[in-house]
């Protein structure tokens, strides 16, 4: 969501109207909440780029967006991106619907692969059975979200201690903390400006007791990480 303002959420990042990262070769919606899947975002982006999400995400978004290109995955599918790049739909603990929109509609995590490189992005996600799987085969980046819009976290989400067991399931060679330090609710930032700079540094410390062996590259909003 690469706006200053959705609803009640205001943009507390350095760039409040970020540019579209250029060029992209894909969109990887996790699910339809407003927060990840942005119409006025959406029409930023060229109309030929790829957009994959989950079933409901051509009816939710596509016309109103202008998107051409929507590719619907459910868990286990593959897509093909460019040359020699896949993305695998993996499994999401999170309610996924688009209200009022959609009443069915199913969260997910994705795994890119491609020149060697395995990355986990897990959306929004709580903890789940079976989640250590997604690291069979080794993974060199997790992006793991450590907290949300608002002063609490409903269900289906990591804060910063459940992420950093995410990270010792997981077992990736390196963990980047997402999903903070962007958004707030205009009534809250008084109160709750700390959540704006928190989330990553509990995580860190916990997923230093938790997983030592995985390394912990906080990233402010708008920095970027080569590897």
Known sequence: MLRSRVAHLRRHAPAVTPAVPAPLDAVLLSHLHYDHADVGTLRRVHEAVPVIGPRGTRRALAATAGLEDVREVVVGEDVEIGLGVSVRAVPARHDGRRRPLSADVDALG??????????????????????????????????????????????????????????????????????????????????????????????????????????????????????
């Open 110 to 227: 994705f795994v890119i692969e491609g020149d060697g490189r395995r990355v986990y992005f897990a959306g929004d996600t709580d903890l789940y059975d079976g989640m250590e799987r997604i690291g069979d085969g080794g993974l060199d980046l997790a992006l793991l979200p450590v907290w949300g819009w608002g002063p609490t976290l409903g269900p289906g989400h990591l804060d910063p201690d459940r992420a950093a067991q995410a990270a010792a399931l997981l077992a990736p060679r390196r963990a980047v903390p997402i999903h903070w330090g962007t958004f707030l609710p205009i009534t809250s930032i008084g109160r709750h400006r700390h959540l704006l700079v928190d989330p990553p540094h509990t995580f860190a410390a916990r997923a230093a007791q938790l997983a030592p062996d995985v390394a912990v590259t906080i990233l402010a909003p708008g920095a970027s990480l080569e590897f």
